[in-house]
Antibody
Framework: QVQLQESGPGLVKPSQTLSLTCTVSGDSISSGSYYWSWIRQPAGGGLQWIGHIQTSESVNYNPFLKSRVTISSDTSKNQFSLRLSSVTAADTAVYYC???????????????????????WGQGTLVSVSS | QSVLTQPPSVSAAPGQKVTISCSGSSSNIGTNYVSWYQQLPRTAPKLLIYDNDKRFSGIPDRFSGSKSGSSATLGITGLQTGDEADYYCGTWDSSLSAAVFGGGTKVTVL
């Protein structure tokens, strides 16, 4: 059974860098079969995708966060990590990691028809940004 | 402001059916496949439907998904009190090159 567990500080000061790690069990992040995503949810709000990683060469970020986000992986520990710099109160949220199925089901001359869905989620970790 | 649009809430009596709409555009739902998630209070989201209409492992057939053009719909039949939750649609947006979600719909069982 695939399980994911987020870990990291629950409190970060404004302007500093938020760092979280997701430890995966029941699957190998180095298999290349899946992407591994970070998603966040502010209190009372909806879901916001932050980005995902398949290999160190295959990483995508939400364009609205791209300038502040880095996602990396440590295959030896079967972990992947999130770094979000220059945080503000608006970054206060529950942060989830998830296993992500993403691929192009087919492509024609004009478009690719993609599927993406998040099969397994961690329990989430609350990160508050406050001085 | 979410890229995909969902109604904030829907409700029905136990045993009845509800449908939740998810509206997008040609760059997201119009081109790519849709998934649906259930989030019970104080828990992580759980995958219900993927590839527009496929139920994930262990999901009862009371839950169904469909897509037409740039909109998608989640249906729940035989509504139960345990179905009270927030429901989110999601897909890939080819213009943004990003995964996007709806704002969520709260289902209330009357």
């Amino acid at each position: 059974q695939v399980q994911l567990q987020e870990s990291g500080p629950g409190l970060v000061k404004p302007s500093q860098t938020l760092s979280l790690t997701c430890t995966v069990s029941g699957d190998s992040i180095s298999s290349g079969s899946y992407y591994w995503s970070w998603i966040r949810q502010p209190a009372g709000g909806g879901l916001q995708w932050i980005g995902h990683i398949q290999t160190s060469e295959s990483v995508n970020y939400n364009p609205f966060l791209k300038s502040r986000v880095t996602i990396s992986s440590d295959t030896s520990k079967n972990q992947f990590s999130l770094r979000l710099s220059s945080v503000t109160a608006a970054d206060t949220a529950v942060y989830y990691c998830a296993r992500d199925s993403f691929w192009s089901k087919y492509c024609n001359t004009t478009s690719c028809y993609n599927t993406e869905y998040f099969q397994y989620w961690g329990q989430g970790t609350l990160v508050s940004v406050s001085s | 402001q979410s890229v995909l649009t969902q109604p904030p809430s829907v409700s029905a009596a136990p045993g009845q059916k509800v449908t939740i709409s998810c509206s997008g555009s040609s760059s997201n739902i119009g081109t790519n496949y849709v998934s649906w998630y259930q989030q019970l209070p104080r828990t992580a989201p759980k995958l219900l439907i993927y590839d527009n209409d496929k139920r994930f492992s262990g999901i009862p057939d009371r839950f169904s998904g469909s897509k037409s053009g740039s909109s998608a719909t989640l249906g729940i039949t035989g509504l139960q009190t345990g179905d009270e939750a927030d429901y989110y649609c999601g897909t890939w947006d080819s213009s943004l090159s990003a995964a996007v979600f709806g704002g969520g719909t709260k289902v209330t069982v009357l």
